[in-house]
């Protein structure tokens, strides 16, 4: 067996956080803040290394594999260099664990994991990530489903081919294994998982998706979709419903399973008042990732940004108030697709049919905000395909295609929800305030908005609602808030091309209907 080649004489298999805190204090650099959480760095890189990532090509998957800018193909000579020099690395690391977990709330669908690490924050890290099986349950995983080899702490050791520089987040789909050098943010294991999913679930027929869900109390659920900054954190951490999940999911014949057993919120400006339920999740048991402290009181600045933007924190769902244990739902009612337009051109809400959602969910668009650059006019327009292109592994048609026969199946509301600009793009109109936000959301979940006449916009075929409680009706229509209905008409069209040319990208490699 792959993970018995380890001989280590301080190998720690599932030791508790408290175990884990000491041992971090004592050899990892860590401290603990004043709300309990411990505090600790990943070193250089602070976030993941996409340009590092390798997906090993062998005859089972390498037809399988969308191949190109996000899955850079390895031979399986590298691989097994590579897994070689990480085992003789961590074998003479001063210490070792090995955290075994579940990834996957479906009992029929999930994958025993475990994980080898030098560091004691990773340990802790992977037993708050992972959905933790209870010391009964720990004799299952004599064999293993997936083995993660995290080396991070070593950089790639001489030339091996395909290989670019010292780090390498390598992936063997056929053998379920990953492979970690040169880098020690956390964060690279956590999606390796989902990356692994991504390839598996699809397979047999479930869909993967990249969102946060969460539950009504009729048991209603809704699914969100969303690139960084499109409040998909806050608008699912709703305290008048149940967290199913905060970042990945499954979608089978029974309903929707998280994947995970944690939370990896993001920190910055993090407060009581803006974010209650993340905020009051941290606490002993959570690893606050590059977080700044202060030296004295030991009290963590959100607001901090001087080591990095992407600080980060770790914890058990059960830290959520709310969090709905197990992690599973029903088939979604609703599905929300959010996306911040700094152009200012999108409305507010749209209903989709099952051919738009599919077409939204391929583009996967938001909006990065120009900035104060000199001759900069527009904010840039930014498509991650299925709203994760960075951990897909088959073409994202085929998610897309998924996703439409479910919508069509079960019978799914379908909405298109612009949190970004209104009456004019970014540096002239305004962000729409989160209560507008907030107020259609209620309306989707409690049935008013589906009971409203639409309009037609012209460019997308989108059905938008011309009225929608506790929102102002000319809100709705974001050509109305411009004070040139022109600049809109052509800014709109702009955008509607940047759409199609992302679209025929994807149509154009496809795989066939």
């Not at 199913?244 to 993001?266: L, Q, R, S, T, V």
């Not at 989707?444 to 929608?468: F, N, S, Y």
């Amino acid at each position: 067996m792959a993970e018995s080649l380890i001989q280590h004489p301080h190998l720690t298999r599932n030791p508790p956080p408290a175990r884990l805190y000491e041992d971090a204090i004592r050899t990892d650099g860590g401290i603990i803040a004043a709300n309990g959480a411990l505090v600790v760095r990943s070193g250089q890189k602070t976030g993941r290394s996409p340009a590092d990532k390798r997906i090993v090509e062998d005859s089972n998957t390498a037809g399988d594999v969308w191949w190109g800018p996000v899955n850079f193909r390895l031979s399986e000579e590298s691989f097994e260099r590579l897994r070689s020099q990480a085992i003789e690395r961590m074998q003479s690391a001063p210490w070792l664990y090995a955290i075994d977990g579940f990834a996957g709330w479906s009992p029929q669908n999930r994958l025993k994991v475990r994980v080898f690490c030098t560091r004691a924050y990773h340990a802790l890290f992977m037993h708050n990530m992972l959905i933790r099986p209870g010391v009964e349950a720990w004799a299952e995983f004599d064999r293993p489903d997936v083995v993660i080899f995290n080396a991070g702490q070593f950089p790639v050791h001489g030339t091996v081919r395909g290989i670019s520089s010292t780090t390498a987040v390598v992936l063997h789909l056929a053998r379920r294994e990953m492979v970690i050098f040169g880098t020690e943010y956390a964060g690279e294991m956590k999606k390796g998982i989902f990356t692994l999913m991504n390839y598996l679930l699809p397979k047999q027929g479930i869909l993967s998706m990249h969102c946060s869900a969460n539950e009504g109390p009729q048991g209603d659920v809704t699914l969100f979709f969303g690139l960084s900054g499109t409040g998909k954190t806050t608008l699912s951490a709703d305290p008048k419903r149940r967290l199913i999940g905060d970042d990945e999911h499954g979608w089978d014949d029974d309903g929707i399973f998280n994947i995970e057993g944690g939370c990896y919120a993001k920190c910055i400006g993090l407060s009581a008042e803006k974010e209650p339920e993340i905020y009051q999740a941290i606490r002993f048991g959570t690893v606050l990732e590059n977080v700044i402290v202060d030296p004295r009181t030991r009290e963590p600045d959100y607001a901090d940004t001087s080591l990095t933007e992407n600080t980060r924190a770790s914890y058990p769902i059960e830290f959520i108030q709310h969090a709905k244990i197990p992690c599973r739902g029903g088939h979604p009612k609703n599905i929300i697709f959010l996306t911040c337009d700094a152009r200012g051109i999108l409305p507010p809400v749209s209903r989709l049919t099952p051919e738009q959602a599919s077409y939204q969910f391929v583009n996967g668009y938001t909006a990065k905000v120009a900035g104060t650059e000199v001759g900069v006019q527009e904010p840039s327009a930014t498509f991650s395909p299925c709203y994760g292109g960075a951990f897909l592994i088959w073409h994202p048609l085929v998610y897309a295609r998924q996703l439409a026969e479910r919508i069509e199946r079960y019978r799914v509301d379908a909405w298109l929800i612009n949190t970004g600009w209104t009456g004019g793009p970014y540096g002239e109109g305004r962000r729409i305030p989160l209560s507008i936000t907030r107020a259609i959301i209620d309306a989707i979940h409690d049935g008013t908005l589906a009971k409203q006449p639409v309009r037609t916009e012209p460019l997308w075929g989108l059905e938008v609602p011309v009225r929608c409680p506790n929102v102002p009706d000319t809100v709705l229509d974001p050509r109305q808030t411009w004070r040139d209905p022109g600049a809109y008409d052509a800014a709109a069209e702009r955008l509607a091309a940047l759409f199609e040319a992302n679209y025929r990208e994807y149509t154009a490699t496809g795989p066939p209907v």
